[in-house]
């Protein structure tokens, strides 16, 4: 009799339990049912190619982009700037048409995606809204464009993207990096080119004080305007001044010379030095005496 009393308050306690647990669940479940009821299942593919149609999209854009780019250098920039507003636009339509397509749109929705909207909203608001403000600030001011070469930050490189959040620069080294628009609030931009194809490329020389001078001047120069990268309708211009470097004196020889495309910079700027470094040996230009110690010591 013991046992099955025993038995009985166990299956008692069970049914108890079970029966919690179930009134439980049971608020969870029909909120899961209810948000279930505003998805429209049939849209979800329609969706899915919606936003398979939009990737096609955007990678047969960057495809022409890249052809144009390769054959035809002078409508490089123009062609960027429109792909960047085309992926924009893209990324819009796609986003609107799979949340029309997959959402049924009533009370509950507005009021599902207001809640949750205020939640994230209030983590996330001051961040985004200086990036938004900041990046129709750098659209309307423009202190750089899509394909311009600037420095910021330390970073080098081309700007190859200008959204609403965020800017990308690709490197020297082929580094993609992403910069928040709140950044370019503050700080100081450089852009080497502003919008066009050629760009000033600055490269020093050093010599001894007793050299010539304006031989070495003339070499420099000629280099430069026989190099295949130049862009001659700018003008080419080479300075001179003294330079203290570790209490030795030198002439330090500035040339000043456009590429005529910004891609070839470092090629312009080793063409031109290989140029210049060959034609000083054969002259017998020397170098400062800090260069020529350094170099016995190696």
Known sequence: MKIKAYSTLILLTL?????TQAEALSPNLDSLTEIASLIRWSGVFISMLVLFVAWLMLKFTQNIVDSISNQFAQRRMLAQKLQSFFQFFVYMTAGISVFMLSFRVDDRVLTLIGGTLAVSVGFAMKDLAASFIAGLTVMIDRP????DRVTFEGHYGDIIAIGLRSVRMCTLTDDIITIPNSKFLSDVVVSGNYGALDMQVVIPFHVALDQ???????????AAASSRYI????PIVVLVKQDISDSYFAIKL????YVLDIKYEKLFETDITLKVMQEFKKQQICPPAIMQSTRLTR
């Open 15 to 19: 049914l108890c339990s079970f029966q």
């Open 144 to 147: 750089f464009q899509v394909g």
């Open 212 to 222: 010539d001078l304006s031989l070495a001047t003339d070499i420099i120069r000629e």
């Open 231 to 234: 862009h001659l309708p700018k």
């Open 254 to 257: 500035t040339l000043k010379a």
